[in-house]
Structure formats: structure tokens, C-alpha cells
């Protein structure tokens, strides 16, 4: 009997100081902690790859419409404003705001978003579909889409995300956020 209550003590010790780990209690550093190494500065690719194209400005961005298949990487972060998305705004778009990359037909290229961001988007859903891409098939990676905002204007089923609003089986997205 003895033997079998200081098993239980044991796996009760074991389980608090999981519980415990990495948290500090009253005031003391845990005993141990499973942390990751300090922030690390992240890195940026500073030079296009070869047979890429890179991403440097908002119209840099809307051209990738224009090739689905392509590869492309972004070399710093998009930020849209306010008045990209007003009426005579450059993407206000009968006021729908962005309109998705591959929205009729799937991107099936490369996105590399080199741990950059598009920031500020707005989307306004009047259709059936919404996000920075519209329907991937390709391989987005890398990119963040920070401060956007993404509206549903009817009663349709609609697909909306800040990635992609449809990611097919074979499409991937990858270590973005």
C-alpha cells in the first residue's frame, strides 16, 4: 500500500511541476524552464533569387494577378491606407476594396513573403469569395497579413480568409501568419 501511495505522490509532484514549468510561482524562477532561445532578429532575403520577381510596392503586389503561375518574393512589408480603399482610391474597387489575387482562376505559383507583411488590407465580400489571394493552388509562404479587415455584404455563402480565402488540397500555406 505504501509503495503505491508514493507512486501516486510521485506522478502527482511530476504533474505540478509541469503544470509549473516555465511560470514563476509567488515570486520564484521555476526550476527549470523549456524556453526558446532569446527573439532572434529576423532574417530578410536582401536580393531577389534568380527567377523570381520581387514585390517592392501595393502595384507590384496587384501585378501578380496578372501571371498566377509565377514566383515572387516580397522584399519589405506592403502597407495600404485608409485612402487606397476610398472612393478614387487606387483600390477601392466599387467599393469593395482588394480585389483577391486568383479569384476566378487559382494562383499556382510561389509567394514568397521573406517574413514580411501586407498590412491595412481591406476586403469588402459583395460576391463569394475574399482574401489576399483569392483561390491558391500554389505555394504561399513566409507572409504575414497584419491590421486587415475582411466584410460579408450579402447572404451568399461566401469563403473569406487573410491568406486565402480557398486553399485547395494541393495548394499550400506555409509558416505564415
Given at each position: 500500500?505504501?509503495?503505491?501511495?508514493?507512486?501516486?505522490?510521485?506522478?502527482?509532484?511530476?504533474?505540478?511541476?509541469?503544470?509549473?514549468?516555465?511560470?514563476?510561482?509567488?515570486?520564484?524562477?521555476?526550476?527549470?524552464?523549456?524556453?526558446?532561445?532569446?527573439?532572434?532578429?529576423?532574417?530578410?532575403?536582401?536580393?531577389?533569387?534568380?527567377?523570381?520577381?520581387?514585390?517592392?510596392?501595393?502595384?507590384?503586389?496587384?501585378?501578380?494577378?496578372?501571371?498566377?503561375?509565377?514566383?515572387?518574393?516580397?522584399?519589405?512589408?506592403?502597407?495600404?491606407?485608409?485612402?487606397?480603399?476610398?472612393?478614387?482610391?487606387?483600390?477601392?474597387?466599387?467599393?469593395?476594396?482588394?480585389?483577391?489575387?486568383?479569384?476566378?482562376?487559382?494562383?499556382?505559383?510561389?509567394?514568397?513573403?521573406?517574413?514580411?507583411?501586407?498590412?491595412?488590407?481591406?476586403?469588402?465580400?459583395?460576391?463569394?469569395?475574399?482574401?489576399?489571394?483569392?483561390?491558391?493552388?500554389?505555394?504561399?509562404?513566409?507572409?504575414?497579413?497584419?491590421?486587415?479587415?475582411?466584410?460579408?455584404?450579402s447572404d451568399l455563402m461566401v469563403y473569406?480568409?487573410?491568406?486565402?480565402?480557398?486553399?485547395?488540397?494541393?495548394?499550400k500555406i506555409i509558416n505564415c501568419h
Amino acid at each position: 500500500k505504501m509503495k503505491r501511495c508514493w507512486k501516486r505522490l510521485l506522478a502527482c509532484a511530476a504533474a505540478l511541476m509541469l503544470c509549473l514549468q516555465g511560470t514563476p510561482f509567488w515570486g520564484m524562477q521555476p526550476l527549470w524552464t523549456a524556453k526558446a532561445d532569446a527573439a532572434q532578429p529576423i532574417s530578410h532575403v536582401t536580393e531577389v533569387p534568380a527567377g523570381y520577381t520581387g514585390i517592392y510596392t501595393k502595384e507590384d503586389l496587384n501585378a501578380v494577378r496578372n501571371n498566377l503561375s509565377g514566383k515572387y518574393i516580397l522584399m519589405n512589408d506592403i502597407v495600404f491606407t485608409e485612402s487606397d480603399f476610398a472612393v478614387g482610391g487606387p483600390y477601392y474597387n466599387g467599393g469593395q476594396g482588394w480585389e483577391p489575387i486568383g479569384e476566378s482562376t487559382s494562383f499556382s505559383g510561389i509567394f514568397d513573403g521573406n517574413s514580411f507583411a501586407v498590412i491595412n488590407l481591406n476586403i469588402l465580400i459583395k460576391n463569394e469569395i475574399g482574401g489576399l489571394f483569392g483561390s491558391n493552388e500554389g505555394v504561399i509562404q513566409n507572409l504575414g497579413v497584419q491590421n486587415s479587415k475582411i466584410s460579408v455584404s450579402s447572404d451568399l455563402m461566401v469563403y473569406a480568409g487573410g491568406i486565402a480565402a480557398k486553399n485547395h488540397s494541393n495548394g499550400k500555406i506555409i509558416n505564415c501568419h
